[in-house]
């Protein structure tokens, strides 16, 4: 049985930066991919970033590139997004997500095990 279990959210001024962790277990992964999607409330559901296991592909959100910097810990079985530069528009529930395929996809529907979430605010 897949697991993915966020940490890592909070609070924090425009500006700050924040690192989410995604703790994965019950499987070998390294023929996964990975990915962050975050939902806003009353917004449907949004590709943040995504990456290989192997860490050979990686894939951003246009509004995202250049602050956000998406990774795997293989020792630990985690991966990480390290949020900097924030926005109030960054707020959201930041989700992680697996794909049985070592493949990066935007589309949430190609992802097949998904974390219960963690809250992000980013205060003005």
């Known amino acids: 049985q897949v697991q993915l279990v966020e940490s890592g959210g909070g609070l924090v001024q425009t500006g700050g930066s924040l690192r989410l962790s995604c703790a994965a277990s019950?499987?070998?992964?390294?023929?996964?991919?990975m990915g962050w999607f975050r939902q806003a409330p009353g917004k449907e559901r949004e590709f943040v970033a995504a990456i290989s296991w192997s860490g050979a592909y990686r894939y951003y959100k246009d509004s995202v590139k250049g602050r956000f910097t998406i990774s795997t810990d293989n020792t630990k079985n985690t991966v990480y997004l390290q949020m900097n530069s924030l926005k109030p528009e960054d707020t959201a529930v930041y989700y992680c997500?697996?794909?049985?395929?070592?493949?990066?996809?935007?589309?949430?529907?190609?992802?097949?095990?998904w974390g219960q979430g963690t809250q992000v605010t980013v205060a003005s």
């Open positions: 997500a697996a794909r049985v395929f070592d493949r990066v996809s935007p589309n949430p529907d190609d992802y097949n095990y």
């Open positions: 019950g499987r070998t992964f390294s023929s996964y991919a």
